[in-house]
């Protein structure tokens, strides 16, 4: 069974940092794309970035360029968001997700809450 | 960039009653659309891949079509358990970006 279990959501002020984590199971991690998906409270999905299989490709949505960084460890079957220079617009529940073929999101954790306030 | 307009935001359906939400991109997007639901509280399911492919163990009442720019989802008879929110995604490769639609909430009426 897949399974992708975020963590390290929290409180942080604006400007501040924050990593999140996914840890994953059940599938060759190795061999997908990966993505992270965010959706602020009451509104829809945004993608945010997506990193190829073996770390050599990554993309990213307009808005966070610069500031956030998405990477992997497959040897501990992980993904990372390093989130830096945080925004109150970055107040969202994060997703961790498997993307086949680098766009069909076939598989999302449960996701984890960042919110970016003084 | 490719922009994706979804619509209607939201509708209202008998139970029984057959369901269309379109998904319009900005430009020429072949097949690259995928349909998700997402139920309050929880994350997004993957319904439809490649605009017409039905995952596998999602129920045949639900269905895609469409290419190029024009795209529909249909559910053919609407249960109570349908009750959600749906979002069209496109996928464009120059560059390798993912764009939601902004969502269709469907209730019961």
């Known amino acids: 069974e897949v399974q992708l279990v975020e963590s390290g959501g929290g409180l942080v002020q604006p400007g501040g940092s924050l990593r999140l984590s996914c840890a994953a199971s059940?599938?060759?991690?190795?061999?997908?794309?990966m993505s992270w998906v965010r959706q602020a409270p009451g509104k829809g999905l945004e993608w945010v970035a997506n990193?190829?299989?073996?770390?050599?490709?990554?993309y990213y949505v307009d808005s966070v360029k610069g500031r956030f960084t998405i990477s992997r460890d497959n040897a501990k079957n992980s993904l990372y968001l390093q989130m830096n220079s945080l925004r109150a617009e970055d107040t969202a529940v994060y997703y961790c997700?498997?993307?086949?073929?680098?766009?069909?999101?076939?598989?999302w954790g449960q996701g984890t809450l960042v919110t970016v306030s003084s | 960039d490719i922009q994706m307009t979804q619509s209607p935001s939201s509708l209202s359906a008998s139970v029984g009653d057959r369901v269309t939400i379109t998904c319009q991109a900005s430009?020429?997007?072949?097949?690259?659309l995928n349909w998700y639901q997402q139920k309050p509280g929880k994350a997004p399911k993957l319904l439809i891949y490649?605009?017409?492919n039905l995952e596998t163990g999602v129920p045949s009442r639900f269905s895609g079509s469409g290419s190029g720019t024009d795209f529909t989802f249909t559910i053919s008879s609407l249960q109570p358990e349908d009750i959600a929110t749906y979002y069209c995604?496109?996928?464009?490769?120059?560059?390798?970006?993912?764009?939601f639609g902004g969502g269709t909430k469907v209730e019961i009426k």
């Open positions: 997700a498997r993307a086949s073929y680098g766009y069909r999101i076939d598989y």
């Open positions: 059940g599938f060759t991690f190795s061999s997908y794309w």
């Open positions: 990193i190829k299989q073996d770390g050599s490709e990554k």
């Open positions: 430009q020429d997007i072949s097949n690259y």
């Open positions: 490649d605009a017409s």
């Open positions: 995604q496109q996928y464009d490769n120059l560059p390798p970006v993912l764009t």
